[in-house]
């Protein structure tokens, strides 16, 4: 037997020569993941107490099989239920023929990110949300499956000229007694970012008395939407049908009168249509109202589709893949229902359409009792043998591969959008989270589209796991966000649709903050669009300096916060100082008012026994550069003081460190740790004093929020601290890592509460005058706005 690539693990190596407890204790105590397997074991344990999730894990892991199926485990001696749950999974090998690990991995993408034991997270959660387990042996009638198929896989072209006075996409809502939701799922319809669509409502023949009545007020609302009114009660699948027949579109999209759809979902999924000849094209799914869990979904193949549905209901299809497989088709109610859809889905992907999942949840999905899914009577193993009966030509046949697609004219369609005068601009950034970066460029944002702007923001990453999340940053001031790893799991497809932002709303100017993805993109877009500006958003010279300087050549002007920053840029590394442009950070343009210190302590969370301490804060990303084991041993030296307490928040890789110093000195009742904070101007409030150690910094905003509120800060002497705070009389500045001096420093306001008043009232009137909100939108207007070409005059010329 070849080698697996699980025998480089010493323990491995060592269970294969013992048997028993012996071979049990080497594996368990394996050099690497003795952490992971001795906490699957306990969370397998729990598991088992409860009657669901120990019945699940019974019908799924078979002893039996699991031997039979890896001889070398039987060999070992090892119980084959400790291998797997210690060893198994993470060698891709599956307890039963129930359950299939790699593709339960694959399909729900959030739980290979938490590195939970997959069938653990089935029995405990998965089973009860509806997941699906993976069945291997999805269609063991078929002879074909588990063969390459004899056919050829059809060749076509698409041609995408498309007549100017047809809308691309028609959507079709199909209303049967959901009159109280259907104006929200066309207002989501209506705030789609593509324009080029019909919208037509079905009104399906409804019983309940009030939905036709609704409808015709929507309609009298909604002049530009096409509504429909049947006479008679239709079935969900005939409504799509009778508006599809009446569709003028080249791509159909079905949407339940009760769900919604987020504003790019239809660019997004016209653009992988239009772009790479894909058939199908469905997003995934956010539940909302009972439940809201993510549905994150894969690629749908065949003949995997007939054992489990992998497409969702607002997916966008062509017209034509419609008419070749016949429509949607319809079961009937409760008992006698099957999902019309997955049979609709199944018949599409057998007979060679291709799918493409995009991998955001751009459908929201609304739980409640009365949908037809919510009342369906029967399992999941009934519908997929009713689909099963109602398509022999897929189970017995030979399965049809995915069709070869040549697209021409890919862009016919997707060009730009008539501008209207309105000057368009590109933020790039890795990813979003509540921080001091995001908010400035929140602020940044805003004020641009007040003032007329077209802004698209593209994260190009995902956040790491110890920061937090916050996509929906952007999404009160502009439509146009665009998170091209949550969108697209295949990198392929990220660049491309970043042209095609660039080309559809005519970006003028293209700001890096931060996106090593763009910048190494920076040659390609030059040479593609040569007329875009390019601006360089640095915060500090460490980070991204290293790409700033590589692409230098294709800069057109460095945005930095300070003069100190400038300085570097022109000096160390010789930028030229017209190609460098200083533009401070602003004030947050919304700080909360508390009657009292006693009204924010009782909202700010913090432990009553800091009830009248005087308060010593940090607030800030634990990562090395911000030092905050600097911060614990300042509170350390300064924990004689009994009426002194600490606040410290933020995440970050340097976290557990953090809490480790904590514990070791034994500080674990006088800091307040609570980790990610998003509100944290509470805090502020309560705070007598905000520390800023930083090794490394820029211009952090923390400063600028702690003199709103009228705190003093010490910071040390590095970035721009020296330039926000003014020595003695704003705040105090120290050297870096020198503990004793800020604690003398912090001792001194301690023992003066006349300097700290008169040092915040100084602090809060110098960031008023000095770091406003529009003062700051105006400077980089400034900025975003090229230099007019030089002035020739009559009898000169331009060397």
């Known amino acids: 037997m070849a080698e697996r690539a699980d025998e480089r693990d010493p323990a491995f190596r060592t269970w294969r020569r013992m048997r028993g407890a012996a071979g049990a204790a080497c594996l368990l105590f394996s050099p690497t993941g003795f952490g992971y397997r001795w906490r699957n074991l306990l969370l397998w344990t729990k598991a088992c107490i409860h009657q669901r999730s120990r019945r699940v894990l019974e019908e799924h892991y078979q002893d039996d099989y699991y031997k039979n199926q890896y001889p070398d485990v039987a060999a070992s001696g090892i119980p084959g239920l400790l291998h797997y749950i210690c060893r198994g999974h993470l060698e891709g ?40 387990a993976g069945r291997r042996m999805i269609l063991p009638q078929n ?38 939701y259907v104006a929200e799922a066309i207002e989501s319809v209506l705030k789609q970012t593509f324009r080029n669509y019909e919208l037509i409502v079905v009104e399906g023949g409804s019983t309940d008395g009030k939905t036709p009545l609704l409808l015709l007020e929507l309609a009298n609302a909604y002049p530009d939407v096409r509504f429909v009114f049947r006479q008679e009660s239709h079935l969900v699948g005939d409504n799509r049908n009778f508006g599809i027949r009446m569709a003028q579109g080249r791509y159909i999209c079905c949407l339940d009168a009760d769900d919604m759809i987020r504003p790019i979902y239809l660019e997004v999924a016209v653009f992988l249509a239009e772009r790479f000849g894909y058939d199908v094209v469905y997003p995934s799914a956010q539940c909302f109202g009972g439940r809201t869990e993510k549905w994150l979904l894969v690629d749908a193949t065949f003949p995997e589709i007939m054992a489990d549905n992998q497409i969702s209901t607002v997916a966008l299809f062509r017209k034509d893949a419609w008419e070749a497989v016949g429509g949607y088709r319809d079961w009937g109610k409760a008992n006698t229902y099957v999902f019309e859809d997955w049979d609709f889905w199944a018949r599409m992907v057998g007979r060679g359409f291709r799918a493409k999942s995009i991998g955001e949840p751009l459908m929201l999905y609304r739980i409640h009792g009365s949908g037809l899914t919510a009342t369906c009577e029967s399992d999941r193993v009934h519908h997929r043998q009713a689909i099963a009966a109602a398509n022999p030509d897929l189970v017995e046949g030979a399965p049809r591969p995915p069709r070869e697609a040549e697209v021409v004219n890919p862009w016919a369609n997707l060009g730009p959008l008539q501008s209207n005068g309105a000057k368009s601009v590109l933020v790039a950034l890795p990813f979003l989270t509540i921080g001091g970066a995001d908010r400035l460029l929140f602020t940044l944002v805003k004020g641009l589209v007040e003032r007329g702007y077209r802004v698209c923001v593209v994260t190009t990453l995902s956040p790491p796991e110890t920061t937090s999340n916050e996509n929906g940053l952007f999404d009160p001031v502009t439509p146009n966000v665009y998170h091209l790893a949550d969108l697209f799991p295949d990198e392929q497809h990220r660049p491309e649709f970043l042209r095609f932002v660039l080309r559809r709303y005519s970006i003028q100017t293209l700001m890096i903050v931060g996106s090593e993805f763009v910048y190494h993109l920076l040659p390609d877009i030059r040479a593609e669009f040569p007329e875009i500006r390019v601006i360089d958003q640095l915060f500090n010279d460490t980070g991204h300096i290293k790409n700033n300087r590589r692409y230098a050549g294709l800069i057109d002007l460095n945005i930095v916060p300070s003069l100190a920053l400038k300085s570097t840029l022109t000096d160390r590394y010789g930028e030229a100082p017209e190609k460098v442009a200083i533009v401070p950070h602003a004030v947050p343009s919304k700080i909360p008012v508390f009657g009292s210190r006693a009204e924010a302590f009782a909202v700010s969370g913090l432990p009553a026994r800091s009830q009248g301490k005087f308060l010593v804060s940090f607030f800030g990303r634990l990562s090395e550069e911000k030092s905050p084991q600097t911060f614990v041993k300042i509170a350390r030296r300064l924990s004689s003081h009994r009426d002194i307490d600490f606040c410290m928040t933020g995440e970050g890789p340097q976290r557990k460190a953090v809490l480790d110093l904590i514990a070791r000195y034994r500080l674990g009742e006088r800091i307040f740790a609570p ?6 101007q509470r805090l502020i409030a309560c705070s007598d004093v905000v520390v800023v150690p930083s090794r490394l910094d820029g211009m952090p905003l923390i400063v600028l929020e702690a003199s709103m509120f009228g705190k003093p800060v010490v910071a040390s002497s590095v970035g721009s601290l020296p330039e926000m705070i003014v020595d003695g009389v704003t705040g105090y500045i120290c050297g870096v890592d020198d503990v004793k001096a800020f604690c003398s420093r912090i001792e001194q306001l301690y023992k003066s509460p006349d300097l700290r008043r008169r040092m915040g009232e100084l602090a809060r009137a110098r960031a008023i005058a000095q770091y406003g909100a529009r003062k700051m939108v105006d400077a980089y207007i400034d900025a975003l706005s090229p230099p007019p070409p030089a002035r020739v005059l009559p009898g000169c010329s331009v060397i």
Do not use: K, Q
């Open 675 to 680: 980790g990610f904070v998003p509100d944290v």
């Open 93 to 132: 090998r599956n307890p039963s023929e129930l359950f299939d690990a790699r593709y339960y991995l694959t399909r729900y993408r959030d739980v290979a990110a938490s590195g939970m034991h997959p069938l653990l997270h089935y029995a405990l959660f998965g089973a009860g949300e509806g997941r699906y």
């Open 143 to 180: 002879r074909y499956i588990g063969r390459s198929s004899p056919l050829a896989p059809e060749r076509v072209s698409h041609d995408n000229r498309w007549p100017n006075n047809r809308p691309l996409i028609s959507v079709v809502i199909p209303c049967f007694n959901y009159g109280s």
